[in-house]
């Protein structure tokens, strides 16, 4: 699973990593940030009606378009790879609205056993050791809410977890090769074929911070740093 991500670069930096233009023309402004959480408002990647990439602001959470309400509750802010392809709430979006989610790593948490007897919850930061920014395989969907206004959202791909990473959870997320994105996003691409190239991750390295990220109003670039 993957519940909380890091993104330290700015519009103008995923744009020109992703050879993207700003979908929002301007109007939706984004800062990195260290401890984003579910139902948050970020940048994403996806074609527009010409076919062309773009950089847009997206609610992390899917919320399917043939829904009767607006959201509430938990969010869908993960899916399940094995399982997208069925579930009545991410079909659509697997066959024709795919996406990438740019980050600089991700957090995960882990039982630990303190000195003095005491189990906790110890966070660590999780990153691909080659790159500052990486993207990871999402679905998105819009729901009409009213005359004019559309919510889009979108959720995190996860699969089992492969390589370093298997010693603190036993889900990850789904990283793609640098060669596969445009194919990801092409909504005539077979993404069954795609997900063969899936990384294997024993590129990411982790280490362990400050438990104040799992407070969600806990802000700032030392919440990577390793303690």
Not at 89 to 100: D, G, I, N, Q, V
Not at 178 to 205: C, F, H, S, V, Y
Request: proline fraction near 8%.
């Amino acid at each position: 699973m993957c519940g909380r991500y890091a993104l330290s670069a700015t519009l103008l930096e995923i744009a020109m990593a992703l050879e993207a233009s700003d979908g929002n023309n301007g109007l939706w402004m984004w800062k990195p940030h260290y401890n984003i959480a579910p139902s948050m408002t970020v940048p994403v990647i996806a074609l527009n009606g010409q076919g062309a990439r773009v950089v847009v602001p997206m609610r992390w959470g899917l919320h399917p378009h043939w829904s009767k309400a607006m959201p509430e509750g938990r969010p869908m802010f993960n899916a399940r790879v094995e399982t997208a392809a069925e579930k009545p709430s991410f079909r659509t979006p697997w066959k024709r609205r795919r996406a990438l989610f740019p980050v600089s790593g991700w957090y995960e948490w882990e039982a630990v056993e303190t000195e003095d007897g005491k189990i906790i919850k110890q966070p660590f930061y999780i990153y691909d050791a080659d790159k500052p920014m990486t993207c990871l395989a999402g679905l998105w969907d819009h729901y009409r809410v009213d005359e004019g206004i559309t919510l889009l959202s979108a959720a995190i791909l996860t699969t089992a977890a492969k390589g370093p990473v298997k010693t603190l959870h036993h889900r990850m997320p789904v990283m793609l090769p640098e060669t596969a994105w445009a194919d990801w996003l092409d909504p005539d691409a077979d993404p069954n074929k795609i997900m063969q190239t899936m990384r294997d991750g024993e590129n990411l390295k982790f280490h362990a911070v400050d438990r104040a990220v799992g407070n969600g109003r806990a802000q700032g670039a030392d919440l990577i740093n390793p303690l």
